[in-house]
């Protein structure tokens, strides 16, 4: 199930952002629309890829490094070593601030974003996403406005999604002793923990239960909620 779910997200991605490229008039409202929708589909991409580091993709370790790399990739160019490194010592070392290569001492919302970009930009993937744009543009003759409203902007929208959600809400200060993991958690409301980042907001669930896929967070909120209530 993971993988199904994990290759649609990926062949949504790919297919919206060619039907927008290629046959969507760029209008007032139309740019609005489907840049959010690509943003939100970009979102699904680097939660796939971070679903492909905790090996919850498939069973197979194999398949999720090459969906995580696949997904990375298309997200921003994103190397998908880098990422599992950084993760990984995110969960080993959340909200410290030495530590955790996603947490920021300041608690300050553009300068914790800024140093979060900042750690995962590369040269290479400058690199690979000037060449791409320039391909688009020069080869296939996309106009250049539509590159930047249907495919940049949208990575852009996903990585304030995923940073907004998933790593300031969650990690802010201050952190006290009834958050395990130094991780909040956005209030029980399925609907808006799916659109808002892929239950993504239920971030000390997450935390508790590193091994639960994107999609199955929100029985982990449901239990600790029925158990709270208890």
Same mark, same amino acid.
């Given at each position: 199930?993971?993988?199904g ?12 952002? $060619?039907?927008?490229? &290629? ?20 979102? &699904? ?20 490094? =090459? ?9 921003? &160019? ?5 990422? =599992?490194?950084?993760?990984?010592? !995110?969960?080993? !070392?959340?909200?410290?601030d ?10 300050? =919302?553009? $300068?914790?974003f800024?140093?979060? %970009?900042?750690?995962?930009?590369? $040269?290479?993937?400058?690199?690979? %996403? ?12 996309? @106009?250049?406005?539509?590159?930047? $409203? ?7 929208? &996903?990585?304030m ?8 809400? @969650?990690h802010?200060?201050?952190?006290s002793?009834? %958050? @395990?993991?130094?991780a909040?958690? %956005?209030?029980?409301?399925h ?10 907001? =239920?971030?000390?669930? !997450? !935390?508790?239960?590193?091994g ?19």
């Amino acid at each position: 199930m993971g993988l199904g779910i994990a290759v649609t997200i990926i062949s949504l991605w790919v297919l919206h952002l $060619v039907w927008t490229l &290629g046959y969507v008039e760029l209008t007032l409202a139309s740019g609005i629309i489907h840049a959010l929708v690509q943003g939100y589909l970009s979102t &699904g991409l680097f939660i796939t890829a971070h679903d492909a580091i905790h090996g919850v993709v498939s069973p197979v370790q194999r398949t999720n490094t =090459y969906i995580g790399t696949v997904a990375s990739f298309l997200f921003a &160019g994103l190397s998908y070593t880098r990422l =599992y490194q950084n993760h990984h010592k !995110h969960h080993a !070392h959340p909200a410290d601030d030495a530590a955790d290569p996603d947490y920021h001492p300041s608690n300050n =919302y553009i $300068v914790w974003f800024a140093s979060f %970009m900042w750690r995962y930009a590369t $040269v290479s993937q400058f690199l690979i %996403m000037g060449t791409v744009f320039n391909l688009l543009k020069l080869v296939l003759g996309i @106009p250049e406005p539509k590159l930047w $409203v249907f495919w940049i902007i949208p990575a852009f929208i &996903g990585a304030m999604q995923l940073f907004t959600i998933g790593t300031f809400l @969650p990690h802010r200060k201050p952190h006290s002793a009834d %958050m @395990p993991h130094n991780a909040r958690s %956005m209030k029980l409301n399925h609907a808006l923990a799916m659109l808002s980042c892929y239950f993504f907001g =239920y971030h000390s669930e !997450h !935390h508790l239960s590193p091994g639960t896929p994107w999609w199955g967070l929100w029985k982990v909120k449901e239990a600790r909620s029925q158990s709270d209530l208890s």
